[in-house]
């Protein structure tokens, strides 16, 4: 069970647009804690596709976009291409035992591009 | 462009010490600004953060793990290592080494090896 929930699967069909959500707690997203995410292709290393909320790394496509609110953050995803079809894991910081907060992944949400 | 690339034993026996090292080249860990991380994705799961270490030496663990995990530093060769004692079944995993960022608000990984997958098994 994983401290940061999402969709297992999400899909959609080329060009459309998708979003993936990721559901925290008072003890993560909702304490202020920044979100980040990974995209995973088969077989591959994950890659970081959004760090600090919404901010892209050099060289990931404008098409994709993160925000975060409240207790939750989401990946949005526009006019999805079949090179996006991937694993994609929300990440942030949990501080709900004792010591310093220590770092959290979501369950991983399958993106199929149909 | 850092990359980074782990080695160590694919196959540890129950209850034994899984070792893993990553090796660092186009950047330098005892530059700072960066925490070197270990995680590991159980076969067709998620992603799990087992730790990282400062080049300083500093550690932080998952809670989860911390009394079997210890992570260490050795600047001169520009590696770092994992060791997780007590290995069952459960451990087998891909593990991945990693460079990243931490602020005050979270921290986040720039960088990743290939990853290893590690098979616990008699």
């Known amino acids: 069970q994983s401290v940061l929930t999402q969709p297992p699967s999400v899909s959609g069909a080329p060009g459309q647009r998708v979003t993936i959500s990721c559901t925290g707690s008072?003890?993560?997203?909702?304490?202020?804690?920044?979100v980040h995410w990974y995209q995973q292709l088969p077989g591959t290393a994950p890659k970081l596709l959004i760090y600090g909320n919404s901010n892209r790394p050099s060289g990931v496509p404008d098409r994709f976009s993160g925000s975060k609110s409240g207790t939750s953050a989401s990946l949005a995803i526009t006019g999805l291409q079949a090179e996006d079809e991937a694993d994609y894991y929300c990440?942030?910081?949990?501080?709900?035992?004792?010591?310093?907060?220590?770092?959290?992944f979501g369950g991983g949400t399958k993106l199929t591009v149909l | 462009q850092v990359q980074l690339q782990e080695s160590g034993p694919g196959l540890v026996k129950p209850s034994q010490t899984l070792s893993l090292t990553c090796t660092v080249s186009?950047?330098?860990?005892?530059?700072?600004?960066?925490?070197w991380s270990w995680i590991r994705q159980h076969p067709g799961k998620g992603l799990e953060w087992i730790g990282y270490i400062y080049y300083s030496g500093s550690t932080y663990y998952n809670p989860s793990l911390k009394s079997r995990v210890t992570i260490s530093v050795d600047t001169s060769k520009n590696q770092f290592s994992l060791k997780l004692s007590s290995v069952t079944a459960a451990d087998t995993a891909v593990y991945y080494c990693?460079?990243?960022?931490?602020?005050?608000?979270?921290?986040?990984?720039?960088?990743w090896g290939q990853g290893t997958l590690v098979t616990v098994s008699s």
């Open positions: 008072s003890s993560n997203i909702g304490a202020g804690y920044d």
């Open positions: 990693a460079r990243g960022y931490c602020s005050s608000t979270s921290c986040y990984v720039i960088d």
């Open positions: 186009g950047g330098s860990i005892s530059s700072g600004g960066y925490y």
């Open positions: 990440q942030s910081y949990d501080s709900s035992l004792s010591g310093p907060p220590y770092v959290v």
